[in-house]
């Protein structure tokens, strides 16, 4: 697997985990528990957008990285 291919697959594993994060904290009634996954929620989304430069980089200035 190619660095590209694993930084994509990465950035995959970072919106499922956006996703379930959100999907979690609309069924929490807990208070405390909501806070904590709004913040892990804004977490993944600072990851997500500095993976997703990482692959725009790789895709336009390094070809051989290109899966």
């Known amino acids: 697997m190619t660095v590209g291919a694993q930084v994509k697959a990465c950035y995959a594993s970072i919106k ?10 609309g ?6 528990a909501r806070e904590a ?13 500095d993976l997703k430069k ?3 980089y790789l895709s336009q200035e390094e070809p051989q990285y290109k899966s």
């Not at 985990?17 to 999907?23: D, F, P, V």
């Not at 069924?27 to 405390?32: G, L, M, Q, V």
């Open 16 to 25: 499922s985990a956006e996703a379930t994060l959100m999907s979690l904290k």
């Open 37 to 49: 996954l709004e913040g892990a929620e804004k977490m993944m989304v600072d990851i997500k957008a």
């Open 27 to 32: 069924k929490s009634s807990d208070p405390e």
């Open 54 to 56: 990482q692959v725009i």
